[in-house]
Nanobody, 118 residues
Framework: VQLQASGGGLVQAGGSLRLSCAAS????????IGWFRQAPGKEREFVATISRSGGGTFYVESVKGRFRISRDNAKNTVYLQMNSLRPEDTAVYCCAAKNVGTSEYEYWGQGTQVTVSS
């Protein structure tokens, strides 16, 4: 099982990045996928989630209207389009997978660093 996040980098405030989460080793279509982030000295924070079909999404209040999560089940990949980035969005972003009927995320990937300069 592997979840590989990529697409992070250094961007100025107001800029955009698109993160990708490529999955392998499990039945991707059966899993809800979430994005999480952890800033230095802070606890991990939920960012967004997308349902198995992609028809349902949910965001933490602080990113609503700026971030958009999507998925391509044919490519076993979930995306996080991040616009209007702010310095407080600086964190390591990672993705995780949760099977239907479970409350906990089962699989976690390595993160990708996002740094937003002011």
């Amino acid at each position: 099982v592997q979840l590989q996040a990529s697409g992070g980098g250094l961007v100025q405030a107001g800029g955009s990045l698109r993160l990708s989460c490529a999955a392998s080793g499990f039945s991707f279509d059966d899993y809800t996928i979430g994005w999480f982030r952890q800033a230095p000295g802070k606890e991990r924070e939920f960012v967004a989630t997308i349902s198995r079909s992609g028809g349902g999404t949910f965001y933490v209040e602080s990113v609503k209207g700026r971030f958009r999560i999507s998925r391509d089940n044919a490519k076993n990949t979930v995306y996080l389009q991040m616009n209007s980035l702010r310095p407080e969005d600086t964190a390591v972003y990672c993705c995780a997978a949760k099977n239907v009927g479970t409350s906990e995320y089962e699989y976690w990937g390595q993160g990708t660093q996002v740094t937003v300069s002011s």
